[in-house]
């Protein structure tokens, strides 16, 4: 069985300040873990992803996350947002069941970036 | 340029009516998903396919239906079974030994009035 949290619906910041969406895993097998970023009215984009290889990810625009197996987490950072950023972001976890890896999502977290 | 397309990318109908949404892929994957999002909810797998002629349920199957004929297509069928219709519908895929990374299509969204 897998799950994700994405603590807060909404996170709110000014533009040039951090960013942090954060996600927590449950996972019964060794999980991957990735960020989707999705504009309004679109489809989702993969920011990065989790493999098992180094736990400090890089991902597209300027966004990272860190794989910390002890606290089951997968937080996605910026150093300094811009007004683009503004988006829905998504945690998803896989695993593999049966042969098979089939991701869960999170509930999103809208960011919301003011000038 | 490989992609997914969805179509149409809006769509209104009855109750009671029938309304298939299409998904095609030019990526040569062999695995394409079916997902539900509502505002809040994230997303919620429908129906997956991991080989053509093959499929199984999601978590939220009732009221849905697909076929997988074709490699490239994946067709999403939603019934007047399905009680809250309204939504936005994403389809995706991914490659064969994906560990879970999808490529999504635009996405369809369907209003019934």
């Known amino acids: 069985a897998q799950s994700v949290t994405q603590l807060g619906s909404h996170v709110s910041v000014s533009e040039g300040a951090l960013v942090l969406l954060r996600c927590n895993y449950s996972s019964s097998v060794p999980p991957y873990l990735f960020w989707y970023v999705q504009y309004p009215n679109q489809g989702l984009q993969l920011l990065l992803k989790?493999?098992?290889?180094?736990?400090l990810v890089k991902g597209i625009n300027g966004f990272e996350a860190e794989f910390k197996k002890s606290e089951t987490s997968f937080h996605l950072t910026k150093p300094s947002a811009h007004m683009s950023d503004a988006a829905e972001y998504f945690c998803a976890v896989s695993g593999a069941s049966g042969g098979s890896y089939i991701p869960t999502f999170g509930r999103g977290t809208s960011l919301i970036v003011h000038p | 340029d490989g992609g997914i397309t969805q179509s149409p990318k809006y769509l209104f109908r009855k109750e009671g009516q029938n309304v298939t949404l299409s998904c095609e892929q030019n990526?040569?994957?062999?695995?394409m998903y079916w997902y539900r999002q509502d505002p809040g909810q994230g997303l919620r797998l429908i129906y997956y396919s991991q080989i053509v002629n093959d499929f199984q349920k999601g978590d939220i199957a009732e009221g849905y239906s697909v076929s997988r004929e074709k490699k490239e297509s994946f067709p999403l069928t939603v019934t007047s079974a399905q009680k809250n219709p309204t939504a936005f519908y994403l389809c995706?895929?991914?490659?064969?030994?994906?560990?879970?990374?999808?490529?999504f299509g635009e996405g369809s969204r369907l209003t019934v009035l």
């Open positions: 995706a895929s991914s490659s064969r030994g994906s560990t879970g990374e999808l490529f």
């Open positions: 989790y493999t098992s290889a180094a736990t």
């Open positions: 990526l040569n994957h062999d695995a």
